[in-house]
């Protein structure tokens, strides 16, 4: 089994999280309807904000379930070191949330050997649970038995968000295909956007994240496949298609010219909204439903900020895609090492299923009605002062399980008129999804090493726009990776993808 971890993993130092072994019996009603097992249990997930959350949520969660938990906030940039380190480790908690969909694939041979228990028989046996989106379980499964719950998430909810305001003063309207976003960049970098008088504007911010940043997207409206895409036959990653090098491209002359941060490959998310939010620059490409959030902090600074959003943008060929999830963002599953029994998993299994419904779904997303939203034309609309709900709220999100459609939460009352055509233009993205074709199939290969491969590829992404690294450079790291496990990736998802097809 330890070699089993290495090989997925690597090595990787110790990580104590101070997760012992914890028994006594649940005070709610569980699905066994014995009194055994946990009543107190562990949950280590991500922390997407700069602090951890007070208590507050978490003791109304166990007055409402019964259960004692305890929560280890991991921050987001140190989750996959420590989520690595407690897996080699053997000291995962009793519910480990991952991620994402990368992570999960790491995961997958350790789901194989037998290291987390397998929930799908279990499921009928909690009402709200068993009414999971099928389509999601199943992208979770492994060999076609599910191991985990899931996050719902909206296919593709990524698009451009602006600073109307800025291109109203140019006389620009929403860009509708490559150059003209490019000029947009362009114009909000060198022709005085604010009316200051001042050089000190740039068009794009981005950050260190070639998924859920600019790039991926950008790479979309280039024609680039997801993540993966068929060619003569072959399953092929997307870094060997001509339209990902035209997207490195596009990113280095926007970068060169200066139409961007020049240090995103470091720039945090939080930094990269705070350059969108403080007016030093007029583009954000990520989700579109950022923006309610964005302008809650940016008309504290100048309150007559005007954003606005949209998707359609147009590549080389004439066509919008746009790169698409699979339903789901983070999931959570149940190592053995930690859940020792049935009872126990069934125990933890009961407060989750309390987790999906209504009034508890309601409470991790939105908080406390009165305290942090009202309920108005049976939507939540939250308090405006957002420090709050992203201090004592937005954190506890991280553990909602389902989606809206399946758990019963309230949607977002869009008193904000762009936030309401961000959540149109999210939907409308369903009409040009591109998925990615390798999700159902399987490559050992690539669970084993394909993360380590990836990370080569990343790397020679950023030099190649920083200009470290030429096409032929870039072409000679395809090649390493190529050599380093990458043709039997290739074999692998090749061979797989006949069968199914």
Not at 128 to 151: C, F, H, M, P, R
Not at 282 to 311: L, R
Not at 450 to 473: H, P, V, W
Request: aromatic share 10%; with cysteine.
């Amino acid at each position: 089994m330890l070699k089993s971890k290495k090989r997925i993993l690597g090595t990787s130092l110790a990580l104590l999280l101070g997760i012992g072994s914890l028994a006594a019996c649940s005070s709610g009603d569980g699905a066994s309807g014995k009194d055994s097992g946990p009543k107190e249990f562990t949950i280590m997930t991500t922390l997407h904000t700069p602090e951890v959350p007070s208590d507050k949520i978490e003791k109304l969660l166990e007055e409402k379930t019964g259960a004692k938990i305890n929560i280890s906030w991991v921050p987001d940039g140190n989750y996959i070191e420590k989520l690595n380190s407690a897996f080699a480790t053997g000291t995962l908690p009793e519910a480990t949330f991952l991620g994402n969909t990368t992570t999960f694939l790491q995961f997958k041979e350790a789901i194989r050997d037998d290291q987390f228990w397998e929930i799908g028989p279990l499921l009928d046996e909690f009402p709200n649970l068993k009414n999971l989106n099928e389509q999601a379980l199943k992208n979770t499964s492994v060999d076609g038995k599910i191991y985990a719950l899931y996050q719902g998430r909206p296919a593709a909810r990524s698009g451009l968000i602006y600073r109307k305001d800025w291109a109203d003063n140019l006389g620009l309207s929403a860009p509708t295909n490559i150059d003209e976003f490019y000029e947009m960049a362009r114009a909000f970098t060198e022709d005085d956007p604010d009316g200051n008088g001042k050089n000190d504007t740039f068009g794009l911010a981005d950050r260190s994240d070639l998924i859920y940043g600019a790039f991926k997207t950008v790479a979309s409206w280039h024609g680039t496949p997801n993540g993966w895409g068929e060619k003569d036959g072959q399953v092929l990653p997307e870094f060997m298609f001509s339209e990902y090098v035209d997207t490195m491209k596009f990113f280095k002359k926007l970068r060169d010219n200066g139409y961007m941060n020049q240090d995103f490959p470091v720039t945090s998310k939080d930094d990269q909204q705070s350059f969108f939010k403080s007016g030093d620059a007029g583009m954000y490409v990520g989700s579109m439903g950022d923006v309610f959030a964005i302008n809650n902090d940016a008309v504290n600074i100048n309150p007559d900020v005007e954003f606005d959003v949209q998707n359609k943008i147009e590549g080389p060929n004439g066509e919008y895609n746009i790169w698409s999830l699979p339903g789901y963002g983070s999931i959570v599953l149940f190592p053995k090492s930690a859940v020792k029994t049935e009872e126990d998993l069934k125990h933890i299994l009961e407060f989750f299923n309390q987790l999906v419904s209504p009034e508890l779904s309601n409470l991790l997303f939105w908080g406390i009605e009165g305290e942090h939203y009202t309920v108005e034309d049976d939507a939540a609309l939250p308090i405006a002062d957002a420090n709050i709900t992203d201090r004592e709220v937005k954190p506890y999100q991280a553990l909602e399980i389902g989606e809206p459609e399946t758990n019963g939460r309230y949607e977002g009352l869009a008193t904000y008129e762009v936030r309401k055509k961000a959540e149109e233009l999210i939907k409308d993205n369903n009409n040009y999804l591109v998925p990615d074709i390798s999700i159902p199939l399987e490559s050992p290969t690539y669970i084993e090493i394909g993360e380590r491969l990836n990370q080569m590829i990343t790397d020679a992404t950023y030099k190649f726009i920083l200009g470290q690294m030429d096409e032929s450079g870039f072409d000679k790291v395809i090649e390493e990776w190529k050599k380093a496990g990458g043709d039997k990736i290739i074999d692998e998802f090749t061979e797989d993808y006949k069968k199914q097809n």
